[in-house]
């Protein structure tokens, strides 16, 4: 993460805001709410799942202090991490409700409780702290919790035959292998995989234990079958894909081909069946989760932003795992779309649920379903997960950009900044230039390692652009530039002992670098209308527009309201024209059809030749970013325009 420093227009703001504003914020409202003294035997309440939002907080602002300094955000840290070091039991365990409400009645409810999901992000705040400041305190505590719980679970005589019902310890698991070297943490991260949904179900066992009503096959939290028997993903959105997230990071460190082949079996069921546009994923507010295939509505989306980071973490282990841009696509439409919009601009308000239609009037009326998602975003949520979720993923988004093998440095997005990648022949630097995801032009110059030894630099090539370019200039040898890449006219160019190949999506140029070589990419950012798939019924006679990896939306205070009412016509030209709002953003311009509802008087309906009664009027309709609506007045939003076959 530290790898990697931004000077774009459009990452490096947001993490600075994530930094200076976000951080503070959230700390004060973990400490308005009660979530900083959960331990506090006079504290008036506490919950199941507080010490997940605490530690999520710790881990962003582990992140944020490697990157920038600030003693105010390392005291709090310190203070926070003090208070569950102390509170540990001399047995490891660690929890702030079981701890205040009955020490007997901890591990007794894994179904609907959140104690194994708790554990999972204290120990990902202790590995970040530990990394990134050198402190290994929270370390050594949730080293000793993950010994208690790895005593506690298993197939051993006496233990219990447990999982977690809100899956993340798995991850968090992996990482204290990688950092520690202990295997009994990656045993145990496996156990949970392998575990899960065989028979007789545990978690029907421990409710009939406690005379409660059984749960069923639980499909809600991925227990209906067993991990490896499973082909769809089901159930609670951000659950199913931080399993699924850490069931590659268990197949690859084991070296597990059948493990990673059910991977990428959920993983094209999400992308080519249960994904928003916007890179969202659980479609139903009744139990955050995936339904069925091809069901995305659109005003009841929920799409959770919690949601779009968990997809972000899968694709991010499944590129690192097979090199392949279809994984760095998605993760590119989740971090631009579905996660960018869960946040304000100024970094103090948050979408919980991501609709793709909002019609505030119908929300404020009725309720926002479940959980009372409102129409706009809010400072904080009772179950605010979100929140500190999207500041640690932000604090750590230099880790998505690019990655390493022993000969390789693969670029997956292309923000402007430097990334120094670590090979086997030394240090490479990156300098990438451009105005990224405006506009498709990037310049990558390269300050190789003093080894003078061959290695690859392998470019994305995104699915999003239909020409994509590339041309390399040689260190010192002004104006001459060579043309690697045309996929237009499909030549290539063979420079002296250069090798260029495309491989599964990604440009692989290998060579012995000069410092001062450049390559420059041209991506073709051309306005494009996409439609879904016959069977998604929401969006029938409808498109989407996209720009780059941009998906676009319409709001009221540009168009006016009643979205529904506009359509835009199959043959019209989108055009991209630079705004100054919002710090300064490109929109999409066109010449569109608005139904008048002036003649239709006090008429609900009318027969559909009656063409008194179905008068349109061209207007000029502007779309902007879907990640910067709810940035100026309230109103309604829409992705998907009606499209009409005729122009006017």
């Not at 779009?308 to 439409?333: G, K, P």
């Not at 631009?336 to 009326?365: C, H, M, Q, W």
């Not at 706009?376 to 604090?395: E, G, H, T, V």
Request: aromatic share 10%; proline share 4%; hydrophobic share 40%.
């Amino acid at each position: 993460m530290t790898q990697v420093k931004f000077s774009d227009n459009f990452w490096a703001e947001r993490l600075e805001t994530n930094r200076e504003v976000t951080l503070p914020i959230e700390y004060k409202l973990l400490k308005k709410t009660g979530r900083l003294g959960a331990f506090n035997p006079k504290a008036a309440t506490v919950h199941e799942y507080w010490d997940s939002d605490v530690a999520k907080w710790l881990e962003a602002a582990a992140y944020s202090l490697a990157v920038s300094p600030d003693k105010l955000l390392q005291r709090r840290v310190d203070a926070v991490v003090s208070s569950y070091v102390n509170a540990q039991l001399p047995d490891g365990y660690l929890n702030s409700y079981y701890q205040r409400i009955g020490i007997d009645k901890r591990w007794s409810n894994l179904h609907s409780m959140h104690e194994l999901y708790c554990a999972g992000h204290l120990m990902e705040a202790a590995a970040a702290r530990a990394v990134y400041s050198g402190e290994d305190d929270f370390l050594q505590a949730l080293c000793r919790y993950a010994d208690h719980i790895a005593a506690v679970f298993g197939t051993a005589r006496g233990q219990k035959r447990g999982y977690p019902g809100h899956p993340e310890i798995e991850l968090a698991l992996i990482r204290l292998y990688k950092l520690t070297g202990e295997q009994r943490y990656l045993d145990l991260a496996a156990y949970f995989v392998d575990e899960r949904g065989q028979l007789p179900y545990y978690f029907n066992a421990e409710a009939k234990a406690r005379g409660d009503r059984l749960p069923g096959a639980c499909a809600y939290m991925q227990a209906h079958l067993p991990m490896r028997k499973q082909k769809s993903a089901e159930g609670h959105a951000v659950r199913a894909c931080y399993l699924y997230a850490a069931m590659v990071d268990v197949a690859v460190e084991r070296d597990d081909k059948e493990l990673l082949a059910v991977c990428r079996d959920l993983w094209r069921n999400i992308t080519t069946r249960r994904m928003y546009i916007t890179g969202g994923v659980g479609s139903s507010q009744v139990g955050e989760r995936f339904t069925v295939d091809y069901d995305l509505p659109n005003e009841d989306a929920y799409a959770e932003t919690c949601a779009a980071i968990a997809l972000v973490f899968f694709a991010q282990r499944m590129l690192n795992a097979d090199l392949d841009s279809s994984y760095a696509d998605t993760m590119e439409r989740a971090l631009y779309n579905g996660v960018a919009a869960g946040v304000s601009r100024d970094g103090t308000k948050f979408f919980y649920a991501n609709r793709l239609a909002v019609y505030p009037e119908l929300i404020e009326k009725v309720g926002g379903g479940y959980h009372n998602y409102p129409a706009s975003r809010q400072k904080w949520f009772d179950c605010s997960c979100c929140p500190p979720n999207i500041a640690r993923l932000y604090a750590s988004l230099g880790a998505y950009v690019a990655s390493s093998s022993a000969k390789t440095v693969a670029l997956h997005l292309y923000a402007a900044g430097r990334v120094s990648a670590h090979l086997e022949c030394g240090t490479a630097k990156l300098a990438i230039e451009g105005d990224y995801p405006w506009d498709g032009t990037v310049s990558i110059t390269v300050t190789p390692p003093p080894a003078g030894e061959k290695f690859t630099i392998a470019l994305r090539l995104p699915g999003w652009c239909r020409n994509p370019a590339a041309t390399f200039h040689a260190a010192g040898s002004a104006g001459t530039a060579y043309t690697v890449l045309d996929l237009s006219i499909k030549t290539s160019v063979k420079l002296a002992d250069t090798t260029v190949r495309v491989i599964k999506g990604y440009l692989h140029i290998t060579r012995c670098w000069q410092a001062g070589d450049k390559i420059e990419l041209n991506l073709p950012m051309e306005p494009v209308r996409l439609a879904a798939h016959p069977s998604v019924r929401q969006n029938a006679g409808q498109v989407a527009l996209q720009r780059g990896p941009l998906v676009y939306c319409l709001e009221e205070c540009d168009n006016g309201k009643d979205l529904a009412a506009i359509s835009l016509p199959a043959n019209a030209e989108l055009h991209s024209v630079k705004s100054a709002a919002l710090g300064g953003y490109i929109m999409i311009k066109a010449t569109a059809k608005r139904k008048s509802a002036t003649a239709w008087s006090n008429t609900l309906y009318a027969p559909a030749d009656d063409q008194a009664k179905l008068i349109t009027k061209p207007i000029t309709m502007q779309a902007i970013p879907y990640c910067l609506w709810d940035n100026r007045k309230p109103g309604e939003m829409r992705v998907w325009i009606n499209e009409t076959e005729r122009t006017l």
